[in-house]
């Protein structure tokens, strides 16, 4: 009898390399994007299959705030839009 392959499971965002990754409220995703007077579709576009985002509750058009840190930028955010 074969075996059934075992899904391989590894959460991403534990890994030191990956930066923060945040899913934004709906009154936050609002006010992101009055605040820069832009529509959703002009947010960069994350994956809903990207594994640093596998473990958020995610769904389109949501928005992911991504934090990085850098020795010479300091703290920097970016906002990606949910796609498929």
């Known amino acids: 009898m074969a075996k059934?392959?075992?899904k391989i499971t590894f959460?991403?965002?534990k890994h030191i390399l990956v930066p923060k990754h945040e899913k934004l409220s709906d009154k936050e995703r609002k006010e992101l994007l009055e605040e820069y007077k832009?529509?959703?579709t002009g947010l960069?576009?994350?994956k809903i299959t990207d594994?640093?985002?596998s473990h958020l509750d995610v769904?389109?058009?949501d928005v992911i705030?991504?934090?990085r840190e850098s020795m010479t930028a300091g703290v920097t955010q970016y906002f990606r839009r949910v796609t498929k």
């Open 4 to 6: 059934a392959k075992e």
């Open 11 to 13: 959460d991403a965002s």
């Open 65 to 67: 705030k991504v934090t």
């Open 59 to 61: 769904k389109l058009k």
């Open 44 to 46: 960069p576009k994350i």
């Open 51 to 53: 594994p640093a985002i």
């Open 38 to 40: 832009v529509k959703i």
